[in-house]
């Protein structure tokens, strides 16, 4: 194979996949229906595939300066998508979580503590809460299973000494009518939301409603990174509240906005493909030291299974306490 012939392969693959790239964007971000969007994605492929045949039939660099030129326009569009707040959410995501630290004592609004019978029957809730920072006693790791064991919701509950807890949740802030799609998160579908919400909301919904397997591990950390991660999480729900950000399937997802938090707080935190493969995780937590070192992972596993507790627990206003019966380091 000649140099030439080689770097019009090269040249090929990469307008191939460039190509594949841009159907995707146009059908995940054309604001028309799916006749509308199928016959703008053809004309786009229709268009890079006269621009491959050139680059094998004609002068290679017309073609690729031509297909450079026809991808920076789909660009240009690409970085005008700008994320809002301002659209038609859904009730459970409808709230931003905001709060404001003065000293110890902390002020967090729309705190979601709703009461949920199914995904469409329930009573909303949106309060204020306040928490003293020098009463924070645990952080707890929670991840919530669907399907596959690799990929699990993570969720992380804070604790204080009066019996309060509130769990952070990062999520995909859906618009009404919209469903999660991992393919869509890779392409500006949705934007990021962090909801802070009651434990008998965001874990007893997961468990009781919509039949996931949630497990609650006990996190190792020092009185002054609990603080610290719980002042960051504030952080960036007020800088979400100022500036909306999209959700990303890869970057910008429950696991790696935990995990940019935790990088500023403790030094030195490696690059793991658990962060990725969040049902994973809390292997990953453990081999750095944030587990309880003396159970191996499997049995931290089954005792923190709180599945069935959660269930029998129901509505009590003894769930946090209940459902951590048995769960080491409780």
């Known amino acids: 194979m000649t140099l030439r012939v080689f770097l019009q392969v090269l040249a090929s693959l990469a307008m191939l996949l460039a190509t594949a790239w841009g159907g995707m964007a146009l059908w995940y971000q054309l604001p028309m229906m799916a006749a509308g969007k199928s016959a703008s994605i053809a004309l786009w492929c229709i268009l890079a595939s006269a621009l491959l045949i050139t680059l094998w039939r004609l002068r290679p660099w017309i073609a690729i300066c031509g297909y450079l030129s026809l991808f920076a326009l789909l660009q240009v569009w690409w970085n005008s998508l700008e994320p809002s707040n301002h659209r038609v959410w859904t009730d459970d995501l409808m709230g931003m979580t905001h709060g404001r630290a003065e000293g110890s004592q902390v002020t967090l609004h729309n705190v979601r503590n709703f009461d949920w019978r199914s995904d469409e029957d329930y009573d909303p809730r949106w309060e204020t809460r306040r928490y003293d920072l020098d009463q924070l006693t645990s952080v707890d790791l929670a991840t919530s299973y669907w399907g596959m064991p690799a990929i699990a919701h993570v969720l992380v509950?804070?604790?204080?000494?009066?019996?309060?807890?509130?769990?952070?949740?990062?999520?995909?802030?859906?618009?009404?009518?919209?469903?999660?799609?991992?393919?869509?998160?890779?392409?500006?579908?949705?934007?990021?939301?962090?909801?802070?919400?009651?434990?008998?909301?965001?874990?007893?919904?997961?468990?009781?409603?919509?039949?996931?397997?949630v497990y609650l591990y006990r996190v190792n950390m020092p009185e002054e990174a609990m603080r610290a991660l719980f002042l960051s999480y504030i952080q960036q729900t007020n800088q979400l509240q100022e500036e909306p950000r999209?959700?990303?399937?890869?970057?910008?997802?429950?696991?790696?906005?935990?995990?940019?938090?935790?990088?500023?707080?403790?030094?030195?935190?490696?690059?793991?493909?658990?962060?990725?493969?969040?049902?994973?995780?809390?292997?990953?937590?453990?081999?750095?030291?944030?587990?309880?070192?003396?159970?191996?992972?499997?049995?931290l596993r089954q005792q923190g299974r709180i599945t069935e507790r959660a269930r029998r627990a129901g509505n009590n206003m003894e769930f946090s306490r209940v459902i951590r019966d048995g769960v080491p380091g409780w």
């Open 157 to 213: 509950s804070f604790g204080f000494d009066d019996g309060q807890f509130v769990v952070f949740t990062v999520e995909i802030r859906k618009e009404r009518g919209e469903s999660y799609s991992e393919i869509g998160g890779f392409f500006k579908q949705f934007e990021l939301s962090i909801v802070a919400a009651d434990e008998r909301d965001a874990l007893r919904v997961r468990t009781n409603v919509r039949n996931e397997d």
């Open 246 to 299: 999209f959700y990303n399937t890869i970057t910008a997802n429950c696991t790696t906005i935990v995990f940019e938090m935790m990088r500023q707080i403790i030094r030195g935190l490696p690059l793991d493909y658990r962060l990725l493969l969040t049902g994973y995780l809390p292997g990953y937590v453990q081999d750095v030291g944030g587990l309880e070192q003396n159970l191996k992972l499997e049995e």
